[in-house]
């Protein structure tokens, strides 16, 4: 299996409700990032957190991270229909001395209007 | 700043031919990543450079895949002769120093190819 592998694959829900996408990993990591791609685009940051961090908030953005059950979850609230993209994790892996990112296979989010 | 720049953004091409996929870095990054992305594999990293140096190329497929970063704001990343199955989006990403101390991957738009 991949480090980093979120859940759901997919994601479907009304404008409004809250999104919440998982993401678990395999090794011992020094930060975890989520990016987001819309359709046909590049990938683009849009939150870290740091292994000794619990939880962050970026707006309409909440992350969490257990480093005990190796996870991470990545909270939307309020989706709009602007939101519907893929949403990858991505691990910045101790053992690669934090040299590169290893990407999971993405939640793909639809936000319906 | 521009960000990532890419090009060709598209190409198709015939199997055999052999295809360069360019990448101009933001200015003052030192890292250079270059991805591959399908349906069936994801996200994969290819080939990652730090001050122009090729640090890891274990994710280079074969040795029909080379790439190559001739100064720090420009790299190329070549396939000859393609087959079929190297059809993907094939991103370059920079970042501004290492990942370690909480830097990010910066993204380019991709370039789609296609072989036939």
């Known amino acids: 299996s991949q480090q980093g592998e979120e859940d759901p694959q997919a994601l479907s829900i009304q404008e409004g409700e809250n999104a919440t996408m998982n993401c678990s990993y395999k090794t011992s990591i020094n930060n975890l990032q989520w990016y987001r791609q819309n359709s046909g685009r590049g990938l683009v940051h849009l939150i870290l957190?740091?292994?000794?961090?619990r939880e962050k908030h970026s707006g309409r953005l909440r992350v969490t991270l257990d480093t005990s059950k190796k996870s991470s979850s990545l909270l939307i609230t309020a989706s709009r229909a602007a939101d519907t993209a893929s949403y990858f994790c991505a691990t910045d892996l101790r053992e690669t001395s934090g040299s590169r990112l290893t990407f999971g296979e993405g939640t793909q989010l639809t936000v319906n209007p | 700043d521009a960000g990532v720049i890419q090009s060709p953004r598209h190409e198709v091409t015939e199997m055999g031919q052999e295809v360069t996929l360019r990448c101009k870095l933001i200015?003052?990054?030192?890292?250079l990543f270059w991805y591959r992305q399908t349906m069936m594999r994801g996200l994969e990293l290819l080939i990652y450079?730090?001050?122009?140096?090729?640090?890891?190329d274990s994710g280079m497929p074969e040795d029909r895949f080379s790439a190559k970063m001739p100064n720090a704001s420009f790299s190329t990343l070549k396939i000859q002769p393609s087959e079929p199955r190297d059809s993907a989006v094939y991103f370059c990403a920079s970042s501004p120093g290492q990942l370690l101390s909480g830097n990010t991957i910066y993204f380019g738009e991709g370039s789609w190819l296609t072989v036939v």
């Open positions: 200015s003052g990054h030192n890292s």
């Open positions: 450079f730090n001050n122009n140096v090729p640090i890891d």
């Open positions: 957190i740091r292994s000794n961090e």
